[in-house]
T-cell receptor, first 115, second 112 residues
Framework: DSGVTQTPKHLITATGQRVTLRCSPR?????VYWYQQSLDQGLQFLIQ???????AKGNILERFSAQQFPDLHSELNLSSLELGDSALYFC??????????????FGPGTRLTVL | GENVEQHPSTLSVQEGDSAVIKCTYS??????FPWYKQELGKRPQLIID?????GEKKDQRIAVTLNKTAKHFSLHITETQPEDSAVYFC???????????FGTGTRLQVFP
């Protein structure tokens, strides 16, 4: 157990819908990262938050957004869902951000299925 | 752009043999290189990492080597066991951003 929690474990929804994925980082970790894992794209970095502020952005679609709250948990919002958004979404956390070698610990993931 | 290539995509070995997975990165500013093991349907788990100021690191049966000049790094598993069977991902990140750029993964199968 990495100490990173994600809910829900599974999510099944229809095209066009909107969902919210939730992540709680390890105790003491200030950085949260979101990654998407699909069969054809592998593990792709989406976005990073550090202590409530957006720090880095990857190939995140405009239909996707995220935020980190004062208690450091983070939510990833996916809207206007398409079939191709079906994937495993992982959250990871690390203690710091930038300037150091930050080990990232992954949560168990949320499996999103869009029908 | 940033890219990490990983080879081979699949690797089958006999129990007790060694396994080697190789990665090449494109961004010379990369300075941190972790390796993750992912079992089917589970989260990626950090198994070993290496920093750019070190050429080799070992942890029991697992070792990682880094050649900064060639922008190569490799994972070596000795005395493989069936429980080593999983998908292994290499990754790279750099000093001013923590985002991990992952390789495409290697499916390792260890046969008893």
């Amino acid at each position: 157990d990495s100490g990173v929690t994600q809910t829900p474990k599974h999510l099944i929804t229809a095209t066009g819908q909107r969902v919210t994925l939730r992540c709680s980082p390890r105790s003491g970790d200030l950085s949260v990262y979101w990654y998407q894992q699909s069969l054809d794209q592998g593990l792709q970095f989406l976005i990073q938050y550090y202590n409530g502020e957006e720090r880095a952005k990857g190939n995140i679609l405009e239909r996707f957004s995220a935020q980190q709250f004062p208690d450091l948990h983070s939510e990833l919002n996916l809207s206007s869902l398409e079939l191709g958004d079906s994937a495993l979404y992982f959250c990871a956390s690390s203690e710091l951000a930038g300037g150091s070698y930050n080990e990232q610990f992954f949560g168990p993931g949320t499996r999103l299925t869009v029908l | 752009g940033e890219n990490v290539e990983q080879h081979p995509s699949t690797l089958s070995v006999q129990e007790g043999d060694s396994a080697v997975i190789k990665c090449t990165y494109s961004d010379s500013a990369s300075n941190y290189f972790p390796w993750y093991k992912q079992e089917l349907g589970k989260r990626p788990q950090l198994i070993i990492d290496i920093r750019s100021n070190v050429g080799e690191k070992k942890d029991q049966r697992i070792a990682v080597t880094l050649n900064k000049t060639a922008k190569h790094f490799s994972l070596h598993i000795t005395e493989t066991q069936p429980e080593d069977s999983a998908v292994y991902f290499c990754a790279a990140s750099k000093y001013d951003t923590d985002k991990l750029i992952f390789g495409t993964g290697t499916r390792l199968q260890v046969f008893p």
